[in-house]
């Protein structure tokens, strides 16, 4: 029966799923959003500094310091992932125009270019009037605004995560004009002898005409909000996606692709990601502006407390190899995987054991993350372990990764502990069977 299953699945599905987990647009949003990781994981460490004078006790000096200062220290993540769509879309133009064999920089540009003028610049009169009732009865207010330079602002609300979906769909359109412009001819081509740079800025200059004038005409003369538009259609979409049964259908879909050795984070994870990315801002905004992070379905939830040591919770099984194996196979295989899965690289244990097509490893497999998922859910719905806020760099050991990416929590890196506990356990009656059938063979196999 599970060969039957397995056939028909690297048959009809194995194809169309690799192909659509290198599908040019997918791949952009997966290379474009990745490559802000390292604004996103410092920028989110400098905010846990922020606020660790919460975990430390008034008599350090070094407390009322980091507090006097905090406002200053988050200064660096208000300019990185504070605004990280802004990062994000020229990665994402620039991955898409080099997928079509364009210029990669002209492509980025053109994508920035098109999600900024999705942004209608706002007057700072028109701001200052807005809450000039308020200035005439605070003196210090009224000083401010006084002070305050004339000319126009950028709303930063759409420059981070509230701006992720129109940055992807204007990075699209940007380089997708950029595209159609190159391959009808309508440029304007430099002779042989301009220098190259120079050439590209000449045959940019017809997509730039038609990005400046369709997107102003209609976001700044129409006056038809984009953003909100969007965020008004996607608002359920995010609020399903931090739910329980959203997770474990997730977690679920991506073991199943990897059951197969289809790389299931690549399939699944790319669709979820700005979603997650999303949710982890507000989380990190809430916590930076003194409140409380409340979205626990984010993915470093999945990082830190269901896939430890890698997809499948596998840092168990590798325990249970490098401990407990009989069979010689099993004993070489923990002391080859173990030190990998330590830092979440569990790929030797997937195609090694292997796990992909072994039915009596499949089960735990898919299982233990499940269960994990479910445990730490509660515990963090609890308010047992604070919710994540950062995303920390996902090679760091499994206790460690979840201090950090709860903001300093000492609970969450205790709940870590525990659940690679509890994922050994589940995992220890299928290894048992695995390796006993891997000594039989063993004994049965004709001395060399």
Same mark, same amino acid.
């Given at each position: 029966?599970?060969?039957?299953?397995?056939?028909?699945?690297?048959?009809?599905?194995?194809?169309?799923?690799?192909?659509?987990?290198?599908?040019?647009?997918?791949?952009?949003?997966?290379?474009?959003?990745?490559?802000?990781?390292?604004?996103?994981?410092?920028?989110?460490?400098?905010?846990?500094?922020?606020?660790?004078?919460?975990?430390?006790?008034?008599?350090?000096?070094?407390?009322?310091?980091?507090?006097?200062?905090?406002?200053?220290? #988050?200064?660096?993540?208000?300019?990185?992932? *504070?605004?990280?769509?802004?990062?994000?879309?020229?990665?994402?133009?620039?991955?898409?125009?080099?997928?079509?064999?364009?210029?990669?920089?002209?492509? +980025?540009?053109?994508?920035?270019?098109?999600?900024?003028?999705?942004?209608?610049?706002?007057?700072?009169?028109?701001?200052?009037?807005?809450? =000039?009732?308020?200035?005439?009865?605070?003196?210090?207010? $009224?000083?401010? #605004? $006084?002070?305050?330079?004339?000319?126009?602002?950028?709303?930063?609300? *759409?420059?981070?995560? +509230?701006?992720?979906?129109?940055?992807?769909?204007?990075?699209?359109?940007?380089?997708?004009?950029?595209?159609?412009?190159?391959?009808?001819?309508?440029?304007?081509?430099?002779? +042989?002898?301009?220098?190259?740079?120079?050439?590209?800025?000449?045959?940019?200059?017809?997509?730039?005409?038609?990005?400046?004038?369709?997107?102003?005409?209609?976001?700044?003369?129409?006056?038809?909000?984009?953003?909100?538009?969007?965020?008004?259609?996607?608002?359920?979409?995010?609020?399903?996606?931090?739910?329980?049964?959203?997770?474990?259908?997730?977690?679920?879909?991506?073991?199943?692709?990897? =059951?197969?050795?289809?790389?299931?984070? =690549?399939?699944?994870?790319?669709?979820?990601?700005?979603?997650?990315?999303?949710?982890?801002?507000?989380?990190?905004?809430?916590? !930076?502006?003194?409140?409380?992070?409340?979205?626990?379905?984010?993915?470093?939830?999945?990082?830190?407390?269901?896939?430890?040591?890698?997809?499948?919770?596998?840092?168990?099984? !590798?325990?249970?190899?490098?401990?407990?194996?009989? =069979?010689? *196979?099993?004993?070489?295989?923990?002391?080859?995987?173990?030190?990998?899965?330590?830092?979440?690289?569990?790929?030797?244990?997937?195609?090694?054991?292997?796990?992909?097509?072994?039915?009596?490893?499949?089960?735990?497999?898919?299982?233990?993350?499940?269960?994990?998922?479910?445990?730490?859910?509660?515990?963090?719905?609890?308010?047992?372990?604070?919710?994540?806020?950062?995303?920390?760099?996902?090679?760091?050991?499994?206790?460690?990764?979840?201090?950090?990416?709860?903001?300093?929590?000492?609970? +969450?890196?205790?709940?870590?502990?525990?659940?690679?506990?509890?994922?050994?356990?589940? *995992?220890?009656?299928?290894?048992?069977?695995?390796?006993?059938?891997?000594?039989?063979?063993?004994?049965? !196999?004709?001395?060399?």
């Amino acid at each position: 029966m599970f060969e039957k299953i397995s056939k028909l699945i690297e048959g009809r599905l194995a194809g169309p799923l690799e192909k659509l987990s290198n599908q040019r647009h997918l791949r952009a949003i997966r290379d474009g959003i990745i490559a802000t990781l390292p604004l996103i994981i410092v920028s989110s460490l400098l905010m846990v500094i922020a606020f660790s004078y919460n975990q430390m006790p008034e008599s350090w000096g070094i407390r009322q310091v980091i507090q006097d200062n905090a406002v200053a220290i #988050l200064l660096p993540y208000r300019m990185s992932m *504070y605004i990280m769509t802004l990062y994000a879309v020229f990665g994402i133009g620039y991955s898409l125009a080099k997928s079509y064999d364009l210029d990669g920089l002209s492509g +980025a540009i053109l994508a920035e270019l098109t999600f900024l003028l999705t942004i209608v610049p706002v007057s700072i009169p028109d701001v200052t009037e807005s809450i =000039s009732a308020l200035a005439e009865t605070n003196a210090e207010l $009224s000083t401010f #605004l $006084s002070a305050l330079p004339s000319g126009y602002v950028i709303p930063a609300e *759409y420059l981070g995560s +509230a701006g992720m979906f129109i940055g992807i769909i204007s990075a699209f359109i940007g380089v997708e004009i950029y595209r159609f412009t190159q391959v009808k001819g309508f440029k304007i081509t430099m002779p +042989a002898a301009v220098p190259p740079a120079v050439a590209r800025s000449f045959e940019s200059l017809t997509p730039t005409i038609i990005i400046i004038l369709g997107v102003s005409t209609i976001t700044m003369w129409l006056g038809i909000n984009v953003h909100q538009l969007v965020g008004n259609l996607i608002k359920p979409l995010i609020s399903v996606t931090d739910t329980l049964p959203s997770t474990l259908l997730i977690i679920f879909l991506i073991m199943f692709f990897w =059951s197969f050795g289809i790389h299931g984070d =690549s399939v699944v994870s790319s669709l979820a990601r700005p979603i997650w990315l999303i949710l982890l801002d507000q989380n990190t905004a809430a916590v !930076a502006s003194g409140g409380v992070a409340t979205h626990i379905g984010v993915e470093p939830f999945l990082q830190w407390f269901v896939h430890i040591g890698g997809s499948g919770a596998t840092l168990g099984l !590798a325990i249970l190899f490098c401990v407990k194996a009989k =069979s010689k *196979y099993g004993k070489t295989l923990g002391r080859t995987t173990i030190l990998p899965s330590i830092f979440n690289i569990n790929e030797p244990m997937i195609f090694g054991a292997p796990i992909v097509l072994n039915p009596m490893l499949l089960i735990p497999f898919i299982v233990t993350p499940l269960i994990l998922a479910t445990i730490a859910w509660i515990a963090t719905a609890m308010n047992l372990v604070n919710c994540a806020v950062t995303i920390a760099p996902w090679t760091l050991p499994g206790p460690i990764g979840a201090y950090l990416a709860c903001g300093g929590d000492w609970r +969450a890196a205790v709940l870590n502990v525990i659940l690679i506990i509890i994922s050994i356990i589940i *995992y220890y009656p299928f290894f048992k069977m695995y390796d006993n059938e891997l000594l039989a063979e063993e004994k049965e !196999a004709p001395a060399e």
